[in-house]
């Protein structure tokens, strides 16, 4: 009769996995259709802080909780998505952070060779990016899969978190619906992790689902 697997031991496997995503980089799908909050929160964490070089592109493609309350920095690209089916919004920048650079595009393969120019000028620009230096937000995914057939979505999120990987870079891809959806369970191949996300009677919470590792965190404070 096989043995219960040991609860300290998943825990030092997670705890070990986890570690190696924050040093070599990953790309995270970050999923929770409760709460704009949790998803605001677990940006802010993401992005990483100011300690070092950081080095950062936001893909905007929809009026963005992250982007409006956390553009950091004179480094960073902020790279709009507009739609071809509706008005974008033409703003560079928000009354709590700096404008910055923006390059507007429409259709979703030019989106994707935006965002990897962006990748890779900045490799260029520093001449070799550290690992987990260079971070990616991309908010939201939401509307993406509403224009676009769900294979067409997968194809640009392929070629793009495996830029972010080639840059031992470290990308969030923000997702607001349940864990459980069929969409997240298409998706989650290409990613890491996928981090759900809530709010809760103690604040922003978060769970992890490492794809390497089987077992899942617990809901842990973000």
């Known amino acids: 009769m096989a043995s219960e697997p040991d609860p300290s031991d998943e825990r030092v496997a997670f705890t070990s996995a986890l570690a ?13 259709g409760s709460s704009d909050v949790a998803h605001a929160e677990a940006c802010d964490r993401f992005l990483g802080d100011e300690i070092g070089d950081r080095r950062r592109t936001f893909v905007s493609t929809e009026r963005s909780n992250c982007v409006s309350a956390d553009v950091r920095g004179d480094d960073a690209d902020l790279i709009r998505y507009e739609s071809p089916t509706r008005s974008a919004a033409a703003t560079t920048g928000t009354a709590d952070g700096p404008e910055l650079p923006t390059d507007g595009v429409s259709g979703l393969p030019e989106l994707g060779a935006a965002v990897v120019d962006s990748i890779r000028a900045t490799d260029e620009e520093v001449g070799g990016l550290e690992s987990a230096q260079f971070r990616l937000c991309l908010d939201s995914m939401r509307p993406l899969l509403e224009e ?37 369970r298409t998706l989650e191949p290409l990613f890491d992790a996928v981090v759900e996300v809530c709010t809760g009677p103690d604040g922003a919470q978060q769970r992890w689902h490492l794809r390497d590792v089987d077992a899942d965190s617990d809901w842990l404070p973000l």
Do not use: C
């Not at 995503?21 to 970050?30: A, D, H, Y």
């Open 20 to 32: 190696r995503l924050k040093r070599e980089g990953s790309n995270l799908l970050v999923v929770g």
């Open 148 to 184: 676009h057939a769900e294979r067409e979505v997968f194809r640009f999120l392929h070629a793009v978190t495996n830029e972010v990987r080639a840059a031992d870079g470290m990308g969030h891809y923000h997702l607001p619906v349940g864990y459980d959806s069929q969409t997240v």
